[in-house]
């Protein structure tokens, strides 16, 4: 019966992560309203997640930071629980813009929790970044590893969960999950949704697909001299649509005693630069020429999840694998070799 089902919030829902979640919400029979300004995404995400799921989004165009706005859609859609991923990410672009980072990424966060208040909506999810770790010592990572973000993106991350947790010690009965990301990638397995950068692939899975496209000549390996095991960096690339599952399984497992906890999502496997450019081989057929440069300023050698909380605490796991992730952001670039607009 469509009014017995639950109405999430999904800000950000057009982008990578949010538009992946939105059909797995819909699927598993809750009501999504998205609130999106569609800064760095499309509305044709919108049409390619009704075709999956068979139902439709509820799309209202806004800025996460307009409270009238806010105010509008909690009234008129009635509102029961909300997974907040609208955000800039680029690390570089924060780097040069910083106070655009801290006031985009954090006014929404505040502007939310107010709106959430006046609405009397008590559960959100937060879209969080291994990225709040830094520098680490040691892999796999815990939750309990003390932040040192190195970038202003990282660090707004951080000061949101610093937010979050302050809400939830002024409003007990406030329930927040943060979902602390690895490295995403991949694509619905349809092939029809998937990530669209615009301009140049800061990360390396859209930057290798644009190389075996043919947009890009070649793979710019990043240094060869880090601690790994060929040298190259490694990190966890978790499947966006056990990323997708992960916040549903957050909303649905709600903590016992209400208040903020921190879950890293990976999968607890390194990969290094050149274990992905083997299995994306592997998985499209294409080679990717490669060159070794310098390494990225900011880089680390190796970050690795400790999935341990989240297995307890939500009895979730990362499902897929690198040859899935590989296997479907392929079939999505390879369809939609210029993105979504031009699809
Ligand atoms: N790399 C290359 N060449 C490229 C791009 C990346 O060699 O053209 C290497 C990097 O040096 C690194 C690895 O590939 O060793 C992964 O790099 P990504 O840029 O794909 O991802 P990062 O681990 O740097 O981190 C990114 C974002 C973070 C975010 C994190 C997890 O930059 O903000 O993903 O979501 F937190």
């Known amino acids: ?134 520098m680490v010592e040691r892999t796999p990572i815990t939750e309990d590893t003390p932040a040192s973000p190195t970038n202003p993106y990282a660090r707004s991350k951080w000061m949101g969960e610093l937010i979050l947790q302050d809400a939830c010690h002024a409003r007990p009965d406030l329930n927040v999950t943060s979902l602390r990301y690895f490295n995403p990638t991949g694509a619905h397995e349809s092939g029809r949704l998937g990530e669209d950068p615009r301009g140049i692939p800061n990360n390396l899975m859209p930057f290798v697909m644009q190389v075996a496209i043919g947009r890009l000549p070649r793979l710019r390996v990043f240094g060869d001299d880090y601690a790994t095991r060929d040298g190259t960096g490694v990190r966890d690339y978790i499947h966006v649509m056990d990323i997708a599952e992960g916040h549903r399984v957050a909303l649905e497992r709600p903590s ?41 300023p900011g880089d680390v050698d190796a970050l690795v999840a400790d999935v341990g909380r989240a297995a307890d605490l939500l009895g979730w796991t990362a499902q897929r694998d690198l040859a899935d992730m590989c296997r479907d952001a392929w079939s999505f670039q390879r369809v939609n070799p210029q993105g979504y607009d031009a699809g």
Do not use: W
Request: aromatic residues 8%; glycine residues 8%; contains cysteine.
């Open 256 to 296: 016992e005693a209400s208040g903020f906890r921190v879950l890293n999502l990976g999968t607890g496997t390194g990969t290094s630069v050149l274990d992905l450019v083997d299995a994306f081989e592997r998985a499209s057929g294409c080679t990717i020429p490669y060159e070794v440069v310098a390494r990225r």
């Open 1 to 134: 019966m469509a009014d017995a089902r639950r109405t999430v919030l999904v800000t950000g829902g057009a982008g990578f992560i949010g538009s992946h979640t939105c059909v797995e919400l819909l699927q598993h029979d809750r009501e999504v309203v998205v609130v999106d300004n569609l800064s760095n995404a499309s509305a044709v995400v919108f049409d390619r997640i009704a075709e999956i799921a068979g139902r439709k989004v509820r799309f209202r165009e806004a800025d996460v930071r307009d409270r009238d706005a806010l105010d509008a859609v909690f009234s008129s859609d009635t509102i029961d629980e909300v997974i907040h991923f609208a955000a800039f990410k680029a690390v570089g672009e924060s780097v040069e813009k910083p106070t655009a980072y801290y006031d985009n990424n954090l006014g929404s966060l505040t502007t939310l929790l107010d709106a959430m208040h006046s609405h009397g909506v008590r559960d959100l999810v937060f879209s969080s970044s291994c990225s709040i770790y830094g």
